[in-house]
């Protein structure tokens, strides 16, 4: 196989950091870039330095000036957490948008033939919400809220500079990803470090809100699937085989929390009356033309979950 020269931006995030690590392990060069925000996690860094392969560079994907001669640019940098974008959408708008822009332009500045391909991380909110149904790849984007906003004007940049200044691209669109070393402002951490904190878990609105969930290690794969055998210039919706309403998300986790006991705390359990503006009802995607190129998620929710408590419980991050 092919050994590739791969920057990863955003490689001490969570879904970075499953890509970085899968890259390593296929032997592939990796230059990291993070900004190093509250998200990073610098655990992910120590074991990375470890491998001669990975060169790390703490930097802004906004004020890069130099882009080295790799073969691919993955961009997971993003601010990612929507209910920080409603009450403060700057930090949205400059990573989101305007670091996507400088990436382009780093790009576009090299020989037509050494460009690199981009890989943009997009995300299935691009949509907004879909009661019945899935989104294919050619729908109309309506994000519901300032980060998905976000999320859609970079996916359109890519547009622009590819049929300008003939950027090569690819956009995946992932559903709600999950697995280990994810921040806790999202659902499955935040849930059980609530529980550990002693406090009933909130709930948005009545729970009902449904997602489908993909294990990051699915989506790293998903990513080198397209890499190895995805059309170039298109765009690649990537589900995962997971919907659940949030509700029932919460219920397995207190179930496994306290192991199967009917612990007080559940009935102490909190319906808050707190609705975040703009919520999605349910995200929901068509990926047949992801899906037609070998690549199947391999992990299941319901089976991981029980793992990814305990994980959690014993790994508290605040
Ligand atoms: N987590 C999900 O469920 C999900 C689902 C679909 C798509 N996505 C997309 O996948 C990507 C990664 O998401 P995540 O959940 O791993 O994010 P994350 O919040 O866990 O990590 C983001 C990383 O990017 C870095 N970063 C932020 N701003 C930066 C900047 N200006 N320059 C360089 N680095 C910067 C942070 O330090 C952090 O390490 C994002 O683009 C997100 O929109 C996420």
Redesign the pocket.
């Known amino acids: 196989m092919q050994t590739m020269v791969t920057a990863v931006?955003?490689?001490?995030?969570?879904?970075?950091?499953h890509f970085t690590r899968a890259c390593l392990s296929r032997g592939w060069h990796v230059w990291g870039?993070?900004?190093?925000?509250?998200?990073?996690?610098l655990r992910c860094l120590k074991e990375f330095q470890n491998n001669p392969l990975f060169k790390f560079t703490k930097?802004?994907?906004?004020a890069m000036q130099h882009l080295s001669d790799v073969d691919i640019v993955v961009?997971?940098?993003?601010?990612?957490?929507v209910d920080n974008s409603i009450m403060d959408s700057a930090?949205f708008v400059?990573?989101?948008i305007c670091?996507v822009e400088n990436l382009l332009e780093l790009i576009r500045s090299k020989r037509n033939y050494e460009m690199p391909l981009l890989i943009q991380?997009?995300?299935?909110?691009v949509y907004g919400d879909i009661e019945n149904g899935l989104h294919t790849e050619q729908d109309r984007l309506q994000p519901s809220n300032p980060?998905s906003s976000s999320?859609a004007a970079a996916d359109l940049l890519i547009l622009g500079w590819h049929r300008t200044h003939h950027v090569p691209y690819i956009i995946i669109?992932?559903?709600?990803?999950?697995g280990l070393d994810?921040?806790p402002e999202?659902l499955i951490p935040k849930a059980v470090k609530y529980l550990t904190l002693g406090k009933p878990i909130p709930v948005h609105g009545d729970g009902s809100y449904r997602r489908t969930w993909?294990h990051?290690q699915d989506t790293a794969a998903g990513i080198l699937t397209v890499i190895d055998r995805g059309e170039r210039n298109t765009i690649y919706n990537m589900a995962g085989n997971d919907e659940l309403p949030n509700l029932e998300i919460i219920k397995k986790i207190i179930n496994y929390y306290f192991d199967g006991a009917q612990d007080q705390r559940w009935q102490e359990f909190v319906k808050q009356n707190f609705i975040r503006m703009g919520e999605d009802v349910r995200y929901s995607l068509d990926d047949a033309k992801l899906r037609a190129l070998g690549w199947n998620p391999q992990r299941d929710l319901n089976q991981e979950i029980r793992a990814l408590v305990d994980y959690y419980k014993n790994h508290f991050i605040w």
């Open positions: 931006t955003g490689c001490l995030g969570f879904m970075g950091s870039i993070d900004k190093m925000t509250y998200a990073s996690n930097e802004d994907i906004r961009n997971f940098a993003a601010e990612t957490h930090n400059q990573t989101n670091g991380v997009s995300t299935d909110e980060y999320k669109r992932p559903t709600n990803n999950y994810q921040y999202k993909l990051a």
